[in-house]
């Protein structure tokens, strides 16, 4: 009996196992962009060390210039967050007197600063000293494998993925409709134009995109459209993206009206439930909106999809506003008016979230001025000035009204959370609020006063009219889960009427459907005569 051999196959087998384990071990490579110096990989397991000392892992033991230890990067694995999910960060230290630069900034002796994908590292001297200066001793450039995996490094996107016609457009990117030619599974590619928002010498603006871009690689949720993988070149950044095929929130108010009291509650769920995970990430998402929002599927509009969470935050903020000029409907007055000076958190998803509540469940915006006149629309935002017209709110239960309020509040301390709001009686479907009932479970995740959460009482940021408004319709069926078809198709054909598709266009960065390669042109209409009516009342 002879003994068993292993197979051609199995040693190939064997070979390609023995390389994925040492691909898993490096988390990245130093780069050498000096002649005479080879490249480096950087393990997840040992702390890189750069110096003459040679014991380190890269040495230049007769170089005057280079301190005995001059610099370390490593690895660092933060603990897991609620979600399961591992974060990670590099760090490079600095102990040298000649200094250790990261973009041609000095990181300082016995500091340190952390590393992102395609950061470019100098030892002694900064980039692109003068002739009379002297040169870096070396230098590197920092490939994050997690970021963009090595082998998507040196080959385009174009020989794994046919890209077809085009699906959105925006300021900053467009999104194509694309299918892997081994898999043949299709796909949404948002192809980034860097140039647009970060110059060549920008390395502030890079670490920002690939700080993001490490975000949408680690964080997986059943309400945000996943990220593939990612390539990159000179000019591009392209994300795979899963491919959304029922179109986007507010073109389903649009065409079909606004969604009854049910319908809202199911999307509304799902929304703050993927809200809350991303604010447990970190992540605030700052620009929340119906388009925004995609429905999975064609024949399913309650299914919801959140996109673009990442964009916003590697865009500057004066950018930032100058892409949403024109439109800033559903962003929270902090961020209008006081910029980033100040900074703003979590709480600004909170207002935009009330404002998204309001159009779904009445087909109308909150804010609604005549078009090009901003100043009128920053001052409803600035005082949360907004009103329930009878004729959309009406059969509206005062519980979803007053969730409404407790979001759209100005002073973010008032502001009701996410968490706070999942146990909202109109949440849990209860139209009548009990006090005693929710005290106890609201005091457990509320710094403000409990009272102020469930309280029927108008919010003191609305007119006189609101007022009148929220008394009118507390009088009116609070059930609206069972209105009769004639009040729901009545209600949808008055959202319809307040739509002007030809306002502004609509600029998408998002997925649409697969037969529709065109950016639609729709907006939510102003309810301006009803307004000024009841402006004029008072």
């Not at 494998?145 to 996107?157: F, Y």
């Not at 606004?258 to 439930?273: C, D, G, H, M, P």
């Not at 009406?394 to 002073?411: C, E, P, Q, Y």
């Amino acid at each position: 009996m002879s003994k068993i051999k292993k197979s051609q196959t199995q040693k190939d087998e064997s070979v390609i196992n023995n390389l994925q384990e040492k691909e898993k071990e490096n988390y990245g490579k130093l780069l050498s962009t000096t002649e005479g110096l080879d490249s480096v990989l950087l393990k997840k397991s040992e702390i890189f060390s750069i110096g003459r000392d040679q014991t380190l892992t890269l040495s230049f033991p007769k170089n005057n210039r280079i301190s005995g230890k001059h610099c370390t990067i490593e690895w660092v694995e933060e603990e897991e967050t609620n979600y399961g999910l591992k974060k990670y960060k590099v760090i490079i230290k600095d102990f040298s007197s000649n200094g250790t630069y990261v973009n041609n900034q000095r990181v300082g002796k016995n500091k340190e600063i952390e590393l992102f994908h395609s950061d470019r590292i100098s030892l002694s001297a900064p980039q692109g000293a003068k002739s009379k200066q002297p040169k870096p001793v070396c230098e590197f450039v920092f490939q994050d494998w997690s970021v963009i995996p090595p082998e998507n490094m040196n080959k385009g996107i174009y020989k794994e993925y046919e890209i077809k016609h085009l699906l959105g457009t925006g300021n900053f990117a467009e999104v194509k409709y694309g299918i892997n030619k081994k898999t043949k599974e299709k796909y949404a590619i948002k192809i980034i134009d860097k140039k647009k928002f970060i110059g060549p010498q920008d390395y502030v603006g890079r670490n920002r995109l690939m700080d993001e871009v490490k975000i949408l690689t680690r964080i997986r949720h059943q309400n945000l459209v996943y990220l593939e993988e990612i390539f990159e070149d000179e000019n591009y950044l392209y994300l795979v993206l899963e491919l959304v095929t029922g179109g986007d929130l507010l073109d389903q108010i649009i065409n079909k009206g606004a969604y009854t009291e049910k319908k809202s509650r199911i999307i509304f769920k799902q929304l703050l439930e993927v809200m809350d995970y991303l604010h447990s990430e970190g992540i605030v998402h700052r620009d929340l909106k119906p388009e925004n929002i995609l429905l999975k599927l064609k024949d399913n509009d309650s299914f919801i999809k959140v996109a673009d969470f990442g964009v916003s935050r590697i865009i500057k903020h004066d950018t930032f506003m100058q892409t949403i000029a024109g439109t800033p409907a559903y962003l929270a007055p902090e961020i209008i008016f006081q910029g980033d000076k100040n900074g703003y958190g979590k709480e600004c998803d909170y207002w935009s979230l009330g404002v998204i509540l309001y159009v779904i469940i009445s087909g109308l915006e909150p804010f609604g001025v005549e078009e090009g006149n901003l100043k009128g629309q920053y001052k409803q935002i600035k005082t949360a000035n907004i009103i329930f017209p009878e004729e959309e709110f009406g059969h509206i239960s005062v519980a979803a009204k007053n969730l409404i309020r407790r979001f759209i509040t100005v002073d973010i301390k008032k502001r009701i959370t996410i968490k706070q709001a999942l146990k909202h009686p109109w949440m849990l479907n209860k139209n009548k609020l009990v006090k005693d009932e929710f005290q106890t479970e609201y005091e457990k995740d509320s710094d403000s006063d409990s009272d102020s959460c469930f309280d029927l009482k108008p919010n003191s940021n609305s007119n006189s009219n609101s007022n009148s408004k929220m008394k009118s319709s507390s009088n009116s069926n609070s059930n609206s889960d069972s209105e009769s078809d004639s009040n729901t198709k009545k209600k949808q054909t008055k959202s319809k009427n307040n739509i002007d598709e030809n306002n502004i266009r609509k600029r998408k960065l998002v997925n649409v459907s697969e037969e529709d390669g065109i950016t639609k042109e729709k907006q939510i209409k102003q309810n301006l005569k009803k307004q000024s009516k009841a402006k004029q009342k008072n």
